[in-house]
């Protein structure tokens, strides 16, 4: 019997504590003896062998061997790379093809073999990045997320005549590389810090978005190969800009060739049914208790980040993994654990594990968590009982202020209490600011469509939203075309609507996301104490009557006085309160000609007086624009922040 995989590769696997499993599971060619082994881990199985071309997939001369009692099997052949092949495996209900679930490249849908990798030949250039990724702080540091699903970003355009659907798709999309050479400067000129890449794990069906996942090692190949999705990582990453990517370790797709009851039995899936099936998503949930699939899924994450420097990993749906009843709100659906709760004990520990361990390979890198639920301690310690991430999607923000700003104005005043009351929880995690494509698909409207009024008016309100989320505490993310502001929804088909910038609103809108981002980069005020009470604070909170909020953001370097008015009238001698009798000037305002605005601009310089106002001592008076956002700043302070970059 072959022992090629040592006794600690085998003890820690099945212990669940072995971080890099994919370095002696799934296949790996040999370049010096031509030779690939393949191992497996498939516990219920009767005999496998591999379904490969020669053997017309039936598994005939090609068997693998079992290798210990708990269920890993392995063999080695001269198999080149570039070899298409499945696991044939034989179970008491009859005989099954399956892919590896530790394959590192597959064939394009709708095919679904694994293909075997030679080794790697890609040289990184990024070693500067990686260097300064060390030495930041990202708490204290700007992250301007722009969320990108690759196959829609943009397309070529192709005649689709006689092609099938799938031939014409893969015609249209732009590869990795071809992405490095046009998305990478765009998304830098954009001032953006990060991107966000929506999941490019294998997967079968396009408008899943890579949601449903049958390739969990594998870069999805309707782009191109491992190695090019290194370059476009490779790419963003000598521009300057950090890349995450959306990581789904909360359920997986029941498609034949996938995890589904792998060995003829289930086993990535939880064995009790109510556990393991998500029935709004028709996908199956992890058995997170398993020791082996702990060692699957958090090797997993490390392989990500190990193999393809990857930043961070956005992980998806947090909830549906901490809460039992995640979907079950009817009395008898609930499932509930022995001792009365339905917390997901397994889920949260094997979420407390993943994030331990990736701290640990990784100190430096982003784990975000997407959570809908009001669970505590998202983003506190493990050691403290948190789950462990350093960011979470603020859900509850994008809701509330989504639901204010889609109001006509004459109703605001009666719902002021949508803009004030995150600030009452702001502190409590470390919060992203997500408009996300789940906010801009499904009937739900464009961004820019969210908003009331004509068309004058939405672009404003538009543009009032964009700085209201860029001046709050915490991160920003914003999806894909949401910069233009798009009438029509996130179309997953297709490509954004880019010739809408030749109409002056929406090329305006992209000025203004531009010249916004990069106010954003270069004001500490904005990013150093996002999650510190003394970044931040209220003037006015209260002035519900004129739907207008003041509020001042600060660091140890700056400060600055924001005011959004939140309806069409422009209001002269506007009285702001100010900390100290000194002059001030307006140093940006949504409302600038250039980007679609009535140019309601302050140009003098405002000399602060004494105030009877019960909180500060001074007030400026001023003039804001409707619909729009004005930034203000200490003279001195211009110039000193101006010196200082």
């Not at 090329?507 to 981002?517: D, E, I, P, S």
Request: hydrophobic share 35%.
């Amino acid at each position: 019997m072959l022992q090629p995989i040592t006794d600690l590769d085998q003890y820690l696997f099945h212990q669940g504590t072995h971080y890099e499993s994919y370095q002696f599971l799934g296949a790996h060619y040999d370049p010096k003896s031509e030779m690939t082994t393949f191992t497996v881990w498939a516990p219920h199985a009767y005999k496998i062998s591999l379904g490969l071309d020669v053997n017309n997939w039936t598994g005939a001369d090609y068997p693998l061997n079992r290798v210990t009692d708990a269920g890993l099997w392995h063999a080695e052949f001269k198999i080149a790379p570039g070899t298409t092949y499945k696991y044939v495996i034989d179970t008491e209900n009859g005989r099954l093809l399956k892919a590896d679930p530790y394959a590192r490249y597959a064939q394009r849908r709708p095919r679904t073999a694994s293909i075997v990798e030679a080794p790697s030949s890609y040289e990184w250039q990024d070693e500067e990045w990686l260097t300064q990724r060390e030495k930041t702080d990202y708490f204290k540091s700007p992250i301007n997320i722009y969320e990108v699903h690759l196959g829609t970003w943009r397309k070529h355009e192709v005649d689709q005549g006689d092609l099938s659907v799938d031939e014409y798709t893969d015609l249209t999309y732009y590869t990795y590389r071809e992405m490095a050479e046009e998305m990478v400067p765009y998304v830098k000129e954009m001032g953006y810090s990060h991107v966000e890449i929506l999941p490019v794990t294998e997967h079968p069906f396009d408008l899943s978005w890579g949601y449903q996942v049958t390739g969990y090692y594998a870069p999805t190949s309707r782009f191109g190969t491992p190695d090019d999705f290194k370059y476009l990582v490779d790419s963003f990453h000598q521009a300057g800009i950090g890349v995450i990517m959306d990581w789904v370790p909360a359920h997986f797709c029941k498609d034949e060739h996938g995890l589904r009851q792998f060995d003829g039995k289930p086993l990535y899936e939880h064995q009790d049914i109510k556990r393991a099936v998500k029935k709004g998503w028709g996908t199956l949930t992890f058995d997170y208790g398993r020791p082996e699939i702990q060692s699957f899924l958090i090797s997993n994450a490390n392989y990500w980040l190990t193999e393809f420097h990857l930043d961070g990993l956005r992980v998806d749906a947090v909830h549906s993994m901490t809460d039992l009843n995640f979907e079950n709100h009817t009395p008898d659906s609930k499932i509930y654990n022995d001792d009365g709760t339905s917390v997901h004990k397994e889920g949260v520990a094997f979420i407390q594990k993943l994030n331990t361990v990736i701290f640990e390979y990784h100190p430096h890198v982003l784990m975000m968590a997407e959570d809908s639920s009001d669970i505590p301690m998202i983003t506190a310690p493990v050691d403290k009982g948190g789950l462990g991430f350093n960011y979470k999607w603020d859900l509850g923000f994008m809701h509330d202020t989504l639901d204010y700003f889609e109001l006509p104005q004459e109703a605001r005043q009666y719902h002021h209490q949508n803009l004030t009351f995150p600030m009452m929880y702001r502190y409590n995690e470390n919060y992203i600011l997500p408009f996300s494509h789940d906010e801009v698909v499904h009937g739900k409207l464009s961004m820019l469509d969210k908003m009331p009024g004509d068309q004058w008016q939405k672009f404003a309100n538009l543009r009032a939203l964009y700085g209201y989320q860029m001046t709050q505490p915490g991160k920003k993310l914003l999806f894909m075309g949401s910069e233009l502001g798009l009438y029509s929804e996130w179309k997953d088909k297709d490509q954004i609507d880019w010739f809408i910038l030749k109409y002056p609103y929406h090329h305006g809108m992209q000025k203004y996301v531009r010249a916004l981002n990069h106010f954003y980069l270069s004001h500490p005020s904005l990013f150093a104490d996002d999650y510190e009470p003394e970044g931040y604070e209220w003037i006015d909170p209260d002035n519900n009557k004129q739907s207008v909020v003041t509020y001042l953001r600060k660091s140890e370097e700056e400060e600055l006085i924001i005011a959004i008015n939140m309806t069409g009238q422009v209001y002269y001698d506007f009285e702001i309160e100010v900390p100290e009798q000194a002059g001030y000037k307006e140093i940006f305002s949504s409302d600038a000609e250039e980007f679609g605005g009535s140019n309601q601009l302050v140009s003098d310089e405002l000399f602060a007086v004494k105030s009877e106002k019960q909180g500060y001592k001074y007030v400026i008076r001023t003039k804001l624009p409707p619909f729009g956002i004005s930034i203000y700043q200490q003279t001195a302070q211009i110039k000193n922040v101006g010196e200082s970059r």
